[in-house]
Antibody, heavy 123, light 107 residues
């Protein structure tokens, strides 16, 4: 059974940093890209970042480029999202979602999602 | 980026009725349109990909159609578990974008 489990969310002050983790199981981890998608309270879904199966290709939304960094540790079947210079508008539930392909850039969908980890930005 | 506009934003229907949800893209996305269902407190679940292909385990009461800029998700005979928010999404044009969501609520 495919499972994605996010962790690392919490309360952080504006300008602060946080590292989110997404642990995958039940599938061949390097064969799939992984994305982060966020949802602000009561709002819709926003794609944030994606990383290819081998970790060589990374992509970011303009709203987070230069502040967030995505990476993956294949040995641990885990994808990370480092959040820096956090702003109030970054507060959201952050989901990781699996790509059915290894490339991330393909015109496809998000086939499995985790339950999310909540990031709160407040002083 | 491609803007996806969903309509109506909210539908109030009774169990047993059918629902038709619309998603319009700001430019052609061929058939690369996906639909997700999200229930309160849950993660989104993939329903339909490539406009009309049901994801694994999705019942036949969910169907998708359309191409180019206009797409439709049809739910036949609503059951209590179908009342949720539905999102459309595209990935053929970077970055991936989602529609604003359409809530199907109990009348």
């Amino acid at each position: 059974e495919v499972q994605l489990l996010e962790s690392g969310g919490g309360l952080v002050q504006p300008g602060g940093s946080l590292r989110l983790s997404c642990a995958g199981s039940g599938f061949i981890f390097p064969s799939h890209g992984v994305h982060w998608v966020r949802q602000a309270p009561g709002k819709g879904l926003e794609w944030v970042s994606g990383i290819s199966g081998n970790g060589d290709s990374t992509y970011y939304a303009d709203s987070v480029k230069g502040r967030f960094t995505i990476s993956r540790d294949t040995a641990k079947n885990t994808v990370f999202l480092q959040l820096s210079s956090l702003r109030a508008e970054d507060a959201a539930l952050y989901y990781c979602a699996r790509d059915p392909t290894a490339t991330v850039i393909a015109a496809t969908h998000f086939d499995f999602w985790g339950l999310g980890t909540l990031v709160t930005v407040s002083s | 980026e491609v803007v996806l506009t969903q309509s109506p934003a909210t539908m109030s229907l009774s169990a047993g009725e059918g629902a038709t949800l619309s998603c319009r893209a700001s430019q052609s996305i061929s058939s690369y349109l996906n639909w997700y269902q999200q229930k309160p407190g849950q993660a989104p679940r993939l329903l339909i990909y490539d406009a009309s292909t049901r994801a694994t385990g999705i019942p036949a009461k969910f169907s998708g159609s359309g191409s180019g800029t206009d797409f439709t998700l049809t739910i036949s005979s609503l059951e209590p578990e179908d009342f949720a928010v539905y999102y459309c999404q595209q990935r053929i044009h970077w970055p991936p974008t989602f529609g604003g969501g359409a809530k199907v609520e109990i009348k």
